[in-house]
């Protein structure tokens, strides 16, 4: 007779309202029970990576086996990981990232499922710099290029890099911890109108100028002192619409501090050159200024013959996976193929 596995019990913690990030969000156990509740509530587990439109993405990509294929934002690899499956045999994948400390991490899962430096190559390296990483790799074009331009579910999530704003932790914001200024170094800097241009720009922010004067230029240390500072600049509006403000304020600083958009603006400008004829592009933004900067450079390229076909509309994600990963709600996919 077969001795049965011991039931594990789920793990407790003290009080209702746990103040600690792996106490609050107990998915972070990896208990299957908590993981499932959490799913089914329409959640997305804190810490976890659900790759955004995989289909989608396969099938404007067409990836095949024997092509070269880039990720820019390789993340935790869950992209990465079907576009390996479709390029083998024969293929490479370069990952891109700019995170020191996430990169090391998916570079040695990918590494432990058996995916060798004959068929993937991780360069630490922002898509601005693809041009580059590529010579580097050996490669003078490439058939696929996907950028995907959502943060990390584990940087989001991991209250020490400065993301959230749902519990307390330095106000950093940077992609790469070791490069440039912190967000509150940078909000320290910063005039009142040069904020407000950056809240406009970057969020859309329809209370840009009240915001940027209560924020600009003010000491704030820590992820919840500059909620506090939002809600305390928005006394007269609802609960939810000071959330959303929350919101895209932390998105317009997030986007300056890491020069977002001059890396997006330079990875448009190198995708003719890193295209080989007929290669595909997809690139899934999740704002507005995102997308505009996407649909324009691919118009063009259109117009001039560069490309030979690009999305006449955006691709969203469908129902069933909005309400299954809710971080899809935003995501808008736009593509372009290189002419032969």
């Known amino acids: 007779m077969s001795e049965e596995t011991p039931h594990r019990r789920r793990?407790?913690?003290?009080?209702?309202?746990?103040?600690?990030?792996?106490?609050?969000?107990?998915?972070?156990?990896?208990?299957?029970?908590?993981?499932?509740?959490?799913?089914?509530?329409?959640?997305?587990?804190?810490?976890?990576?659900?790759?955004?439109?995989?289909?989608?993405?396969?099938?404007?990509?067409?990836?095949?086996?024997?092509?070269?294929?880039?990720?820019?934002?390789?993340?935790?690899?869950?992209?990465?990981?079907?576009?390996?499956?479709?390029?083998?045999?024969?293929?490479?994948?370069?990952?891109?990232?700019?995170?020191?400390?996430?990169?090391?991490?998916?570079e040695a899962a990918l590494r432990g499922e058996g995916f060798g430096i004959d068929v993937f190559t991780a360069r630490k390296s922002n898509f601005a710099g693809l041009h580059a990483a590529l010579a580097a790799s050996g490669f003078s074009g490439v058939d696929v290029i996907l950028a995907d331009l959502g943060v990390s579910s584990m940087q989001l999530d991991n209250p020490a890099r400065g993301f959230t704003w749902k519990s307390a932790g330095p106000l950093d914001m940077r992609m790469n911890p070791s490069r440039g200024l912190s967000a509150a170094q940078w909000l320290l800097k910063m005039t009142p109108a040069e904020l407000e241009q950056a809240l406009i720009e970057n969020a859309d922010e329809p209370d840009a100028a009240a915001l940027a004067s209560a924020l600009a230029g003010k000491n704030l240390t820590t992820t919840t002192d500059l909620a506090y500072a939002i809600r305390t600049a928005l006394p007269h509006r609802s609960v939810e619409l000071v959330e959303k403000a929350i919101r895209r304020v932390f998105q317009a600083v997030r986007i300056s501090v890491n020069e977002e958009f001059s890396a997006l603006d330079a990875l448009l400008r190198s995708l003719p050159s890193c295209l080989n004829a007929g290669g595909r592009v997809a690139i899934m933004t999740f704002h507005s200024g995102e997308d505009r900067r996407v649909k324009k450079a691919f118009q063009a390229w259109h117009r001039d013959g560069t490309f030979s076909s690009i999305a006449e509309d955006v691709i969203r994600a469908s129902s069933d996976e909005r309400h299954a990963n809710p971080r899809a709600t935003s995501a808008k996919l736009r593509w372009a193929r290189r002419a032969q």
């Open 11 to 106: 793990p407790r913690y003290s009080g209702k309202h746990p103040r600690r990030f792996d106490e609050k969000y107990k998915e972070l156990s990896g208990n299957a029970e908590t993981l499932a509740r959490v799913l089914a509530s329409g959640k997305t587990p804190a810490g976890s990576h659900v790759p955004i439109m995989v289909g989608e993405i396969l099938e404007v990509l067409d990836p095949r086996p024997g092509k070269i294929a880039v990720d820019c934002t390789l993340g935790f690899g869950g992209h990465t990981r079907h576009l390996l499956a479709r390029i083998s045999p024969g293929g490479h994948v370069i990952g891109l990232d700019a995170d020191p400390l996430e990169l090391p991490k998916t």
